[in-house]
């Protein structure tokens, strides 16, 4: 092969790579945006805790938050994580006193202040249990990004929705969020790390 096609396939070779760099370039700028609010968890929301009580995030502040959407009826993950939950606020201990788990329903219809009064008395004392219009709980699933459907015609209708559980500091800013698959010790161990952090 002379020196002259040799380089003339080096030069092509750069080239390609140049272009495919930069279409990647350009994809991820276009992205950017998108990824970042898909990272914006969290926001401003007014509803009703299980002693009737109106709360605001402001009634949080300065409180580490742990944050589940569910609902009273759900037959298993809702009760599962709840309890986990409830084995976290114990193993933290002392740290345990700057935690506030929060409870939120993605079921207005049926989940009243009255029975997500009774539903509290089966986890950790320190849940709070948040019900409100279905308008108010809307709008705290969007700050979240969390899905919910209704499925099911009559009255024993289920609801399919997320089942993350986010973590979040001192001042309500994100910081990450915990599946099904998270265990008791991991949970724990980044809420003392908050925590202390903060």
């Keep these: 092969m002379s020196t002259r096609r040799f380089m003339f396939i080096i030069m092509i070779l750069i080239l390609a790579l140049a272009a495919t760099g930069t279409a990647i370039w350009l994809t991820l700028k276009s992205h950017r945006g998108a990824i970042v609010s898909v990272l914006d968890i969290g926001g401003p929301f007014s509803l009703l805790d299980h002693t009737g009580k109106r709360v605001t995030e402001a009634d949080y502040a300065g409180r580490v938050q742990v944050i589940f959407f569910g ?4 037959p298993d993950i809702c009760p599962t994580e709840l309890s986990r939950i409830s084995a976290v606020m114990d193993a933290l ?5 700057h935690v506030v788990p ?7 219809d049926r989940d009243t202040v009255e029975v997500m009064r009774d539903y509290q008395q089966s986890f950790h004392p320190g849940i709070q249990m948040l019900t409100g219009k279905p308008a108010e709980i809307a709008a705290m699933q969007a700050h979240y990004r969390v899905y919910a459907q209704r499925v099911g015609a009559d009255e024993n209708y ?5 089942s993350n559980t986010f973590l979040m ?3 309500g800013t994100f910081v990450t969020h915990f599946t099904q698959r998270s265990s008791v010790e991991d949970m724990t161990a980044r809420l003392r790390a908050v925590v202390e952090k903060s």
Excluded: E, K, N, Q
């Design 102 to 108: 929060i409870f939120v329903t993605v079921d207005p």
């Design 158 to 162: 289920l609801m399919d929705h997320s």
């Design 71 to 74: 609902y009273t009826y759900c």
């Design 169 to 171: 500091d001192r001042a």
């Design 93 to 97: 201990g002392d740290a345990a006193d």
